[in-house]
């Protein structure tokens, strides 16, 4: 199951697929609002540590649905657009961050998620203490190594197809602007 590093690697492939501008005005606020985006769905494990001491109680519920992404990514986008400290992201972009997170553990884990809630609702089941959390979401992901490697390499490819494609809507302007003149 990816982890924080993975999921937040899954959240810049997002970002860096559907944002083509780099309007932001701090690299370090966007990184982190992406970071925050891309890992929300988790809260229920922080909401199940605090509530009942197992970070499973209520984890793979709501927080893991195409309501919530909706919900919570019209949220940040309407306090992102209050707020100038946190970049001015879309409603759209909010929930395609958000709802990657959804879908990462979709294809990526074996244990349901429950995306269309409230219809249906799927609950991880076990207990997962304090140390047991944060022990996995440090160190026991070589699966999310991989992810950041393959998103690293997927970005690199990305910015080297819309780089040449700048490069050749410029040479069909300046023919363009030849052929006028």
Not at 6 to 11: D, L, M, Q, V
Not at 17 to 22: E, I, V
Request: glycine letters at 6%; proline letters at 4%; one cysteine or more.
């Amino acid at each position: 199951m990816p982890f924080p590093l993975g999921h937040t690697a899954i959240g810049l492939a997002a970002f860096e697929t559907a944002h083509k501008s780099n309007s932001c005005s701090s690299r370090l606020y966007l990184f982190a609002t992406i970071t925050v985006l891309a890992n929300l769905p988790d809260v229920d494990i922080l909401f199940g540590l605090l509530v009942s001491g197992n970070g499973s109680a209520f984890h793979r519920g709501p927080t893991h649905s195409l309501l919530f992404a909706v919900v919570a990514g019209y949220l940040v986008s309407w306090v992102s657009r209050r707020w100038h400290r946190l970049p001015n992201m879309s409603f759209g972009l909010c929930t395609v961050l958000i709802f990657s997170h959804v879908v990462a553990d979709l294809f990526l884990t074996t244990a349901p998620v429950s995306i269309f809630w409230p219809l249906e609702v799927h609950w991880t089941v076990g207990h997962s203490s304090w140390s047991d959390v944060l022990g996995m979401a440090i160190f026991q992901s070589l699966q999310d190594v991989v992810i950041a490697a393959v998103v690293a390499l997927y970005l690199i490819v990305l910015r080297q197809v819309r780089r040449g494609a700048c490069i050749y809507e410029a040479i069909i302007f300046a023919f363009a602007k030849r052929r006028i003149d």
